[in-house]
């Protein structure tokens, strides 16, 4: 709070106030939430009326985050905020590597290292704490932040869901629920399953019971669903909703790193040239996203060491840390995605993704080829996955590439990946098998025979590319592969562009994919025309 808080308890019998200033370094936190003592020798009276003055004269710092690295820890944070802090800027919370393992790690330190993707200390803690670290005592621990951290450790190592849905349902306290919740809301939308992310964000922003900023939090998640699915203007909704929700925590850089994130989508969903650029840049000059760019700056150091030593080849033996360039990238992505920053989240897979591919193709791990492409295209990478498609293509495996195809159907499409799907389409055609070139290409030409249903799908994610000459460039792929109506659907389609159309040259090159046969139904006069 930004005034000073006094806690009076007042003995009606004795008719004597007691009387405590509440900070942060008073409240002690008990699992479930918090608890203060009052001391029985401060008592409301002239005695400790300095005292008194100097609680009332207390002025809130001014919030710094600079010079903190080395004392970072769970108790320098407010009770209510630190499982936000270790989710949204663990820096502040983690220990640092270098203060050793002289005592067991707070459940939000603890939470924080795994965030960060700190697997070395984490391994050490464990080693140092078996009884209280093992997994087995993780998952029984009585004190509900320990089961929700190993839930979270879980969820990162091994893509399970079932222990944060434990933890969601026995959740006590408003601030645990925003956590979980939001933890969840991540997981579900990396696996496009945007309706059971949006479920569960309504049904807790409806309670109203959290603090301005969890709120902000929870509404700037909503708001990125919503964006994704295209619907600008209940995502503008909860954008500006949680921007006033969060004004007033100065000195939370949470609450600045979430306003940041929620003037991004007002940005991105306002009409061309209408947004408010300078507004935007300074919302997102926040420390929260210095220390994500720092932490993406090791990451590329490292494979730039890397890279270096593979080429100098000159046997020199390299110490680096332990903790490698992929989990700070990891690190880095996580946290784009628990502030629900969707254009950081879309860079850093991007670049995942291309650090995957190359790795995979040349160790002819088709597996992991298949990940790769469609972390591009989940990132709408759209020119990184055709220059990376066009190699596979050229030397296999093909099969990478129907998987990935097969990956991006039609229903699958949102915002962000519908432009690098539709590429996809046309440069993995030749690996699919008819019957779904036939499902994709009829796909297309519904939508092109259509002028609404190509305006209302144009409309339905809010797309700002080409969309009719996309669709085309992927039925040009498509066609050879797909079956012999499609291919006559296609041809008569054909006669019905006007002249002059804009889009001539690409009807040009889709003619020049259809056989003899599709067109021998049309007189030599229209395919002249």
Request: proline share 4%; net charge negative; hydrophobic share 40%.
């Amino acid at each position: 709070y930004g005034l000073p808080h006094l806690l009076v308890l007042h003995s009606i019998e004795r008719r004597v106030s007691y009387w405590v200033h509440v900070t942060a370094d008073e409240c002690v936190s008990t699992g479930e939430g918090c608890k203060i003592l009052v001391p029985t020798n401060q008592t409301v009276d002239t005695e400790h009326l300095d005292a008194l003055l100097d609680a009332a004269a207390a002025q809130r710092a001014a919030s710094t985050h600079e010079r903190r690295a080395f004392q970072a820890s769970a108790r320098g944070a407010p009770p209510g905020r630190r499982l936000r802090y270790a989710l949204l800027t663990p820096r502040l919370i983690a220990p640092h590597g270098n203060t050793g393992y002289k005592r067991a790690p707070e459940p939000e330190e603890y939470l924080a290292l795994v965030v960060r993707r700190r697997s070395f200390q984490v391994a050490n803690f464990k080693e140092k704490f078996p009884e209280l670290l093992s997994p087995s005592k993780l998952r029984v621990n009585p004190d509900w932040r320990w089961r929700f951290a190993h839930s979270v450790e879980q969820w990162l190592e091994s893509d399970e869901s079932s222990n944060l849905c434990d933890s969601m349902a026995t959740a006590s306290s408003p601030a645990d629920h925003a956590a979980t919740a939001v933890v969840l809301a991540a997981y579900y939308f990396e696996r496009a399953e945007y309706s059971n992310a949006q479920q569960l964000l309504d049904d807790l922003i409806v309670r109203d019971n959290t603090s301005p900023v969890d709120l902000g939090w929870l509404l700037v998640h909503r708001a990125t669903l919503w964006v994704e699915l295209g619907d600008f203007v209940h995502a503008r909704a909860d954008a500006a909703h949680a921007t006033q929700s969060l004004r007033g925590d100065e000195d939370d850089p949470t609450a600045a790193l979430l306003a940041g994130v929620a003037a991004n989508i007002l940005f991105v969903t306002a009409g061309f040239g209408s947004g408010d650029l300078e507004k935007v840049i300074n919302s997102n000059d926040t420390a929260p996203t210095w220390w994500r760019a720092q932490t993406l700056s090791w990451a590329l150091g490292h494979f730039d060491d890397r890279v270096f030593d593979d080429w100098v080849s000159d046997g020199r033996l390299s110490f680096r840390s332990s903790d490698d360039g992929w989990g700070n990238i990891e690190a880095g992505r996580l946290n784009a995605l628990l502030s629900s920053d969707r254009q950081a989240w879309k860079g850093i897979v991007s670049r995942q993704g291309r650090l995957l591919v190359r790795t995979a193709h040349q160790q002819c791990d088709e597996r992991g080829v298949v990940q790769a492409l469609d972390q591009l295209r989940r990132a709408g990478d759209k020119d990184s996955l055709v220059r990376s498609s066009a190699v596979v293509w050229q030397t296999g495996p093909l099969s990478a590439l129907r998987k990935v195809a097969e990956l991006g159907s039609p229903s699958s499409i949102t915002q962000t990946t519908a432009y690098a799907t539709l590429k996809l389409w046309g440069v993995a055609a030749d690996s699919l098998s008819g019957e779904y070139a036939t499902e994709l290409a009829s796909w297309c030409i519904r939508l092109l025979s259509d002028e609404d249903a190509l305006n209302a799908f144009r409309e339905k994610y809010g797309l700002n590319f080409r969309v009719d000459s996309a669709v085309l460039e992927a039925l040009q792929g498509l066609l050879p592969v797909a079956s012999a109506r499609v291919r006559q659907q296609t041809a008569r389609l054909l006669l019905e562009v006007p002249s002059g159309s804009i889009l001539a040259q690409d009807w040009a090159r889709i003619a020049l994919r259809l056989d003899k046969d599709a067109l021998s139904g049309i007189s030599p006069e229209n395919l002249r025309a």
